[in-house]
């Protein structure tokens, strides 16, 4: 069982990646907000003064907002409900008692695990590899 110093420890050693990675999404956040209030042209000489909601009113009025709105629902409408049928039939599927239950389990389990590991693996090579690695062109 943790202590309270333990858990304050855990906060404190987590605090700079919590800010980094709010960070991270903000400041992307922010700026897109602020760049929907302005008419910006970054290929055509960038800004060209603040317009408020005209952006939104423009695009809400088009006549192609409200057809792709529908498509999109359909969509992702489509995609969670064959998503969601077929998870249940496998999680179903992989209950029953079966020969071999246990490697089939591991056989569609394992992408989970692994795609995460060797990504790991990579971004970890990239900084810190000895020869070819970021540290070792740094220091």
């Known amino acids: 069982m943790a202590t309270q110093h333990s858990r304050s420890a855990a906060r404190v050693m987590m605090a700079p990646a919590v800010v980094l990675l709010l960070g991270w999404m903000l400041v992307p956040l922010i700026m897109t907000l602020y760049f929907s209030f302005k008419k910006y042209l970054p290929l055509r000489g960038g800004d060209l003064g603040w317009v408020g909601f005209d952006n939104y009113v423009r695009f809400v009025t088009s006549n ?76």
């Open 64 to 139: 192609a907002f409200w057809p792709s709105v529908q498509a999109t629902l359909v969509i992702v409408g489509g995609v969670l409900v064959i998503t969601v049928i077929f998870g249940i039939c496998l999680a179903l599927l992989l209950d029953q008692p079966m020969w071999g239950q246990g490697i089939v389990r591991i056989l569609i389990i394992a992408p989970f695990f692994v795609m995460p590991t060797v990504s790991a693996l990579v971004w970890k090579n990239m900084f810190m590899d000895p020869v070819n690695g970021l540290f070792a062109h740094l220091w």
